[in-house]
Every structure is written in C-alpha cells, then in structure tokens.
C-alpha cells in the first residue's frame, strides 16, 4: 500500500510558498496513492496564538486544500490534534531520540534566535512530532517544500531507530520534493524563504489575495539593476530575477530557460507584468472558492469530521503495534 502524508501549519493566510512547495504537488499522487492531508495544528502552538482565531485559520486552511485541488472523496483532510495518537506517538518517540539528533535541525536554530534558554520545549521537540505524525499512518511518501528536508531525513532516522530496538515497524518515508519551485522566495528579499511569519505582507503572495493585491505586490517586489539575462546560469547570483523566473516558469508552464529566452534582455517590468498576469489567471478561482467553501462551514466540518474516523483507524492499528512491541499491559 502505498501512503502520503503531508500537513501545514494553520498559523496564518497560506502563502504561494506552501502552494507551490507542498499542496499542488499533493495532487498528482490522489489517484495512485491513499492521501492523508492534515492541518498541523499541535505544531503551530509552538508559538503563541490566538485562541479566537485559530479554528477558524483551521478551516480556512481545509478551504485552500480543497480549492487548490485536493479532491476530499479520494482523500482524508483532518486535523492533526482529533487523533491524539500523534501525540502519543510523538512522546514515545522522544523516548528514543537523542538530543543530538535534534540540536542538529537548523529550523530550531533559525527560530529559536539568539536567546535559547526562552525557546520552547515544543519548538526542540517539533520534528519528533512531525515524525510521529508521519510513521502513525506509515507514510511511504511525504511531499514537502525543500526547508522541510531535514525533518524527513530525520524521520526516517527515528524510524530506523526504533526498528532497531523493538523490531520492523515502521517504513521509511521518501521526502516527495518536487517541482520548479521547492523553495519559493521572499518578494522582498531573494535570499529569504516565502513564509506566513514574514512581518512584511509585502514579501508574499496569500492565497486569499485579490487579483490588485497580487498586481501591486509583483510590482514592488524587489528586484536588480540589470536586464534580465538569456541563460538560467547568469541566475546564480541574481537571486530576485531567479526567484521571479522560476515562478513565472510554474504557472506559465514552461522550462526555465525557455522563460530566460523570452525576456532576454528586458528589465524586470515586463517580468513583473507577465509574473502578475499568469499569477492572477492561476490563483483567483482558489481564492474564490476558499470563499465559497468558507461560507460553507459545516460542509468543512464534514469533510473533517470523516477525514478524522479515517485517520483514527489507521493510528488506532499502529499504536497498537508499538504498544505490543513497547511491551505496554493490556487488559
Ligand atoms: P509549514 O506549515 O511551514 O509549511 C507547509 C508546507 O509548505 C512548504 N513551504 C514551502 N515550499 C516552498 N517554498 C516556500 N517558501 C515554502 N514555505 C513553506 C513546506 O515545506 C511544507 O511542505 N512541519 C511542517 C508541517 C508538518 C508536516 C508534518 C509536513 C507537520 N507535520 C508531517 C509533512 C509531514 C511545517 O511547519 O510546514
């Protein structure tokens, strides 16, 4: 059987870094593959919310995976905290995994700042739950954006692990990273990744934006002093330009050196107007539709409230084979 699982955390609007670098690739594997989608909603208390938005950013989450393609009759869309057994598994896995392995992850360092000793124990701990999350459901494949990488390699650390001490259990998941865009960059700074934690609106594209939004937004972006060049190797250190080519190659569904061809030579404007133009094509039936679906909530509800009886029976027969080999009492 052939397994993916995948989630985003549901701390704010999604931006085009997550379409690109996660739910568009999630919908080739809909018809070969059982698909589990969740909303990591444990993971995004790692840092503080807003109790009286979150369920909410919750289903506005399930909108976008829904609008973007993810056809909820052949998959299961959930939430990460209905099945409890992430959590249980996160912690028996902690039980396993040494500090080692977990002051390597680069995500830790970059978020936790200069001040560690404030950071969280949810924010260390992080990539064990996003290992338990994946070895619950036995994923054999996990299709995430390139800054996810680490975590898979080591997902798959702890599940050799625990196969080692307690016999074959888990299989070990292949990160999916795929496409032209597995590392969508900040509009405002080419050398910083897209995210939804960006103080500066301006350094994304949200799927809710409205088509001026977009339009104003490409138009600022940042961009360099010269014409842009012919040959995506002239990209290497333009790191604006090959941000901007490489979405333009996405959604104009083209190589990209067949995009380099067509504005060799030109300055960014004629970039950012055919960049706004396939971007507002692309992007404003999902924004319709997360409204539509938003103004939907009890059909969102549905479609999670099955998406979590899947989910749970999938996680009820993997917890009770790491109980058995764990050697948990059983009455
Ligand atoms: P999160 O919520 O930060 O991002 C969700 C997905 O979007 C991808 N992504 C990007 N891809 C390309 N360019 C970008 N600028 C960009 N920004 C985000 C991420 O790589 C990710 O695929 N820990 C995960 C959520 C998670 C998860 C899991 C994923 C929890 N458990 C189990 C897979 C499997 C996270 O914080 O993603």
Known sequence: MKRVVS???PTGSLTLGN???AIRNWIAFLHTHECLFFMADLHSWTVLQDPA???EQCRLVAAAYIASGIDPTVSSIFMQSHVAGHSELAWLLNCITPLGWLNRMTQFKDKAGKDKEKANLGLYAYPVLMAADILLYKATHVPVGDDQKQHLELTRDIAGAFNQ????TFILPEP?????ATRVMSLRDGTAKMSKSDPSDLSRINLMDDADTIIKKIKKAKSDAFPLPGNSDDLADRPEAKNLLNIYSVFADKPLLQCCLEFEGANFSALKEAL??????ALTPIRTEMVRLMN?????????AQGKD???SIAAETLKEVHQKMGMLKV
């Open 276 to 281: 706004a133009d396939v971007l507002v094509t």
């Open 7 to 9: 989630g985003i955390q």
């Open 19 to 21: 379409y690109l670098g």
């Open 165 to 168: 001490t307690f016999g074959e």
């Open 310 to 312: 899947k989910a749970l």
């Open 53 to 55: 938005k979150l369920a």
């Open 296 to 304: 939907e909530p009890h059909y969102l509800d549905k479609i999670l």
């Open 176 to 180: 999916m990273i795929l496409g032209q």
